[in-house]
């Protein structure tokens, strides 16, 4: 009997010696993210764009400066593109973005062809995470040179309530016909 159970303990030892452990379920460490409560924080936003890229394309060594000498340029031409969606808040985006490149020295130009092209979006998600923070928005930033990305800026922000997730959508049009008497 003593052999039996032996020789079962051995097999049972043998059989899980030959089975792949599974990952373990974890966590990404503690970060921190911004969140929008106020139109003030959409100025924080379009602040933290100003400046990154005041940093990518105004700083020694920066990809801009790699294909041009940086004394041949005293400032740097931009086409700010206007937002893709008909929002408030596109729109307060791309004024807020205007004021402070401006203020860090960039020159920009209502013409396409006079400039960086400089794109950005705002993707709206829904978070996993507890009522509070429902919703969250993706900020993408471009600036091209001809058919290439020369730079490209990303960011993730909470937005705070459900009002200002609808602010971010295309709003909606429509066609109303006209009947005469």
Known sequence: MKTLYASLIVLCLGLGAC????????????????????????????IDVANWLQDALMTPDSEYDKEH???DRPTI???????RYDSAAGAGFYDLLTT??????????TNPSAGLPVSYDMQVVKSGLPETVEYEVIV?????????YLIRY???????DKSQYIAMQQSASRIIEVVGP
């Open 19 to 46: 089975t792949t452990p599974m990952p373990v379920e974890t966590t990404y460490p503690l970060t921190y993210q911004q969140k929008m409560r106020s139109a003030h924080h959409w100025d924080v936003m379009a």
């Open 69 to 71: 000498e940086a004394q």
């Open 77 to 83: 031409s931009l086409y700010l593109e206007q937002p």
């Open 100 to 109: 402070r490149l401006v203020e860090r020295g960039f020159i920009l130009t």
């Open 140 to 148: 993408n930033v471009s600036v091209m040179n001809a058919d290439r």
């Open 154 to 160: 990303s960011n993730v922000y909470y937005v705070g």
